[in-house]
């Protein structure tokens, strides 16, 4: 079965700080995507990226999908306290009938 | 619309007690999904469900049960809680299946089995 690994599992960092997040696939990646959870709280989309090499911004935030596409990083530039959440990638199974999740990365922003 | 909606958001059960956790959502999607994230850990599908009348067990089926009579409504539902069923649930939906659609997420509902 497909698995989703993250790194790091948890990250502080100071205000304005940039940072990357990376969820590693065990197997070939069929879209993959990108929620954050406030602590808490439900999951909030973020991005889908489904080729191999494609990039995606939303306001500070830009995911890669990798040209092999076994690998994805979501990069926040100038990071906020409002960035602080528990972000999660998800990728179809290879039957396309359900979410697989990584274990997520806890982000705190520091002031 | 209001999306995915969930309820309870919380609830506290006995060991051996039923209940039902109820999902609806209102933007006529085909597929419907349950999940349940315990703590530390990533989230796991327990049942799905790709029209009304149609379910299927996802990874972590186990003392669960759920029906689809209508697309909006998609329950959850637990026969003799254990304490092992700790955990926050939460139910999705999409238009289709595969790489092209994205899933919705309900706000959760917290269940401590004590």
């Known amino acids: 079965s497909q698995e989703l690994e993250q790194s790091p599992q948890s990250l502080i960092v100071q205000e304005g700080k940039n940072l990357t997040i990376n969820c590693t696939s065990s197997?070939?990646?069929?879209?993959l995507y990108w929620y954050k959870q406030k602590y808490g709280e439900g999951l909030i989309f973020l991005m889908m990226?489904?080729?191999?090499?494609e990039e995606k911004s939303h306001e500070k935030i830009t995911a890669k999908l990798d040209e092999k596409k076994q690998q994805s990083s979501l990069h926040i530039t100038a990071s906020q306290p409002s960035h602080a959440g528990i972000y999660l990638c998800g990728a179809m199974n290879t039957g396309f009938q359900k979410l697989v999740f990584g274990t997520g990365t806890r982000l705190l922003v520091s002031p | 619309n209001a999306g995915v909606t969930q309820t309870p958001k919380f609830r506290i059960l006995k060991i051996g007690q039923s209940m039902t956790l109820q999902c609806t959502q209102d933007?006529?999607?085909?597929?419907m999904y349950w999940y349940r994230q315990d703590p530390g850990m990533g989230l796991k599908l327990i049942y799905y469900s790709v029209g009304a009348g149609i379910t299927d067990k996802g990874e972590v089926p186990n003392g669960y049960n759920v029906s689809r009579s209508t697309t909006e409504d998609f329950p959850l539902r637990l026969e003799l809680a254990a304490p092992s069923q700790t955990s926050v649930y939460f139910c999705a939906s999409s238009l289709a299946g595969g790489p092209d659609y994205e899933q919705f997420f309900g706000p959760g509902t917290r269940l401590t089995v004590l």
């Open positions: 933007m006529n999607h085909n597929y």
């Open positions: 197997k070939t990646l069929y879209g």
């Open positions: 990226l489904q080729k191999g090499g």
